[in-house]
């Protein structure tokens, strides 16, 4: 149900810019060939030609449509290139559609907040710009208006048949104008010079809506097309609404519009305007029944959200008439398909972005074979997201198996063999959602580094990545040692509110668990190790997972010398026999193992100065370790490898080393510790002041919950 949000200013300039025929443009801007000609772009199942899913506006000319077949389209227009879209994993492959929808995102993203709604369109807010402009240089006293602004089309404007141009001119120029229309000339003028620039640098074209807010900004990016732009001042908007089919109304396609036409007769956003808004409550409830009265009369609150990047990932490929599956090995096979490209563009956002998802859904789509009458869904279901294309894959055929128990019922289920079962899925889609930022808060302290020691930017970057992307955290709540699990959350019973089990990895949840019993966390000798880092990584099962602990003896360890060993490694305590070896993996803390991460971002110089001879490092350790990293969640590479590869015995360059990696605990800047969250500091604060145990660690306290946001939610 959509929901009404607070009234906004009626003097924001919102626009909606939305690509022409944008998967065709994509391929004509690959084959230039194509610009021109009657083009269509067909999925990748080519029974009877493959369905179109682009049809260009030469192709339209011609009654070519989307909801075509290709050789339909053939029928009409013989002469249309029909081009399939590209194919990777026996399925469509989008990324090149995607990164051609960045590229226009970068661009349009230059003069005001932008929010990408889906591949190939975007909302800008354009308030700040227009205001800006309306005061230094208002379009009135511009000496001329680009070609591409007079050819905006102005609702209500009222034009001069041929010369509609001068119309707009006029409009344009307008001094004694209604404010809030001369911040739309500026936003229209705006959005036509970054029309322009997408073009020349894309070689795209695109539409736009120019309005108020970002309801009437959609409508009006469609009203003109392709290659042109609308405008909708104030006082025309009860005429653009009125005659609006009411399911054209964004929200209002599905089950709501369907209700406004069944039981009150509503069929046209005009036939809306004659119910009070108490009326519209006590049918719908009042937050819809007041967004209902609001958007019949284009009243929206809704802000452009700040986001250049896809608010989700999905994959997923339909299954039609024969090509159903009816096994759950071939359901298998297809799942870990999507899977693995699900995984693969997680890693990618993670790596670019520095982004992660937290939540996995399944969706399905299935019928009955000898149950043509039901109308019972398959469930969608979701859980909490494990990072690792094996643990998605294993999750997401979990999923499946809850959804199915559901909709058949446990007792027809057969896991294993390509049994019958009675069922059939048309339709296997899995996404990953609630993506977040990884907290700033968790790269800042990294200043103290960088003045310490010179950084490469990438290297310094990839470090942050790998860094952060520790920052799963679980707690064993005994104040003894914190177990990271990198990227790798909690598997709970993670049913939706259906009350049914099934069952996922449980990794490490409760509380009074001790881990330092679970032997498959503890290495086994530091060659084995290869760590330089107070953290222990362990695979299981593809999983890569760390341990950190901090105890009140780590306290007491790092009181020895009031010390941070940067390098994590046995440089003052020497460590001998195995049992110690394994001692300061038990005495190091969280912290500590962001700051050891720090040490690969030396320049090689610098590295390789401090290790003098020691040939086992090197400054594209960082880079290593972040690849390395992916690689060990993949389940490639054994877990020693995401180490640095910095030798763990002491070296005749012990000095030099201190110098550079190990800092006093009193040396470190309080100041920095001010740019973590605020959460740490204590934490952080604690454990840094000498003699003086850090005991204060409390289930549900500081960086737990910092690392657990979507957990606890
Ligand atoms: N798309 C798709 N399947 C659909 C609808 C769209 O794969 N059922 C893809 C192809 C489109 C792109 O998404 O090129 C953008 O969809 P639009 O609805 O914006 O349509 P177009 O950009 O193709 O055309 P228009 O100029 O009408 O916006």
């Known amino acids: 149900m959509p929901v009404s949000r ?5 003097s924001r ?14 391929e004509q801007r690959k084959q230039p060939t194509l610009r021109g000609q009657p083009t269509a772009v067909v999925q990748y199942n080519s029974w009877k030609g493959g369905g179109l899913i682009a049809v260009s506006y030469e192709a339209r000319m011609f009654g070519v449509k989307r909801s075509m077949r290709g050789s339909e389209a053939k029928e009409v227009c013989p002469e249309i290139q029909l081009v399939q879209v590209p194919v990777a994993r026996g399925k469509a492959d989008l990324s090149v559609y995607r990164n051609a929808g960045s590229e226009v995102v970068s661009i349009l993203s230059r003069k005001g907040r932008c929010e990408r709604a889906s591949i190939d369109e975007v909302y800008l807010d354009l308030t700040e710009s227009a205001e800006t402009m309306l005061a230094e240089l208002p379009p009135h006293r511009l000496e001329s208006i680009n ?6 089309h102005v609702l209500g404007l009222d034009v001069d048949g041929d010369n509609a141009r001068e119309s707009v001119r006029k409009w344009f120029l307008k001094s004694d104008a209604d404010h809030r229309d001369k911040l739309l000339a500026c936003g229209a003028l705006i959005v036509s010079e970054l029309r322009l620039q997408v073009l020349e640098e894309t070689e795209f074209t695109c539409s736009a809506g120019i309005a108020h807010n970002k309801m009437l900004a959609k409508l009006a990016s469609g009203m003109n097309k392709p290659a042109q732009q609308t405008v909708v001042p104030f006082l025309s908007v009860n005429k653009l609404l009125e005659p609006l089919p009411i399911k054209k109304m964004k929200q209002l396609g599905g089950k709501l519009g369907t209700s406004l036409q069944v039981d009150l007769g509503v069929n046209t956003v005009g036939d809306l305007l004659h119910f009070s808004e108490q009326k519209l409550q006590e049918h719908y409830g009042i937050n819809t029944g007041t967004w209902l009265w609001n958007a019949a009369r284009g009243i929206s609150g809704d802000e452009v959200e700040s986001r250049l990047l896809p608010k989700s990932h999905g994959s997923g490929k339909t299954f039609p008439g024969p090509r159903a599956l009816k096994t759950s090995a071939s359901v298998q096979k297809w799942l870990n398909e999507l899977c693995e490209e699900l995984s693969e563009r997680l890693l990618s956002d993670l790596e670019q972005n520095k982004r992660i998802a937290h939540t996995l859904s399944l969706h399905v789509n299935a019928y009955k074979l000898n149950d043509s009458e039901s ?12 990072y690792g294309t094996a643990k998605i894959q294993e999750d997401a055929f979990n999923l499946f198996h809850a959804g199915l128990r559901e909709y058949v019922g446990s007792c027809t289920i057969k896991t294993k063999g390509n049994l019958h079962h009675g069922w059939a899925i048309t339709g296997l889609s899995i996404s990953a959602s609630k993506i977040v930022e990884i907290p700033s808060g968790t790269r800042s302290i990294s200043k103290y580094f960088d003045n310490q020691v010179k950084t490469c930017t990438s290297e310094k970057q990839s470090i942050d990545l790998f860094t952060q992307y520790d920052a799963d955290v679980s707690y064993s709540g005994n104040g003894s040692y914190l177990k990271f699990h990198s990227m790798c959350p909690q598997m709970k019973n993670c049913e939706e509110d259906t009350g049914n089990k099934h069952f996922m990895p449980i990794v490490n949840q409760d509380k009074d668990q001790n881990e330092s019993k679970d032997e498959s966390f503890i290495p086994k000798s530091i060659d084995e190790q290869h760590s330089s880092f107070s953290t222990v990584r362990q695979q299981q099962d593809g999983v890569t997972q760390d341990i950190l602990s901090l105890s009140s003896s780590g306290a007491e360890l790092n009181q020895k010398e009031t010390k941070i060993d940067f390098l994590g490694e046995e440089t003052e305590h020497g460590l001998k026999s195995k049992e110690q070896k394994w001692k300061p993996y038990k005495e190091k803390g969280t912290i500590l193992r962001y700051f050891g991460s720090r040490s690969c971002s030396l320049p090689k110089e610098d590295h390789d100065k401090i290790l003098g001879d020691n040939k086992a490092s090197s400054s594209s350790d960082s880079k290593v370790m972040v690849d390395s990293f992916f690689e060990v969640v993949e389940g490639k590479l054994p877990p020693k490898n995401l180490l640095p590869r910095t030798s763990t015995t002491l070296s005749g360059q012990d000095e030099l080393r201190r110098t550079a990696w190990s800092y006093k605990s009193d040396e470190i800047d ?7 969250p605020i959460e740490i ?3 952080v604060r604690t454990w840094l002041r000498p003699h003086k145990r850090a005991n204060t660690m409390k289930k549900g306290s500081s960086i737990l919950d910092y690392f657990l946001p979507a957990r606890n939610s």
């Open 670 to 676: 309080q100041i920095t510790l001010n740019e973590l």
């Open 147 to 152: 070609e591409e602004a007079l050819k905006s």
């Open 375 to 386: 109308v019972k869904k398959f469930p969608s279901k979701s859980c909490p997201i494990r």
């Open 681 to 683: 500091q204590a934490e």
């Open 6 to 10: 607070a009234q906004s200013s009626d």
């Open 13 to 26: 300039i919102i626009a909606h810019v939305d690509m022409d025929c944008f998967y065709v443009q994509v």
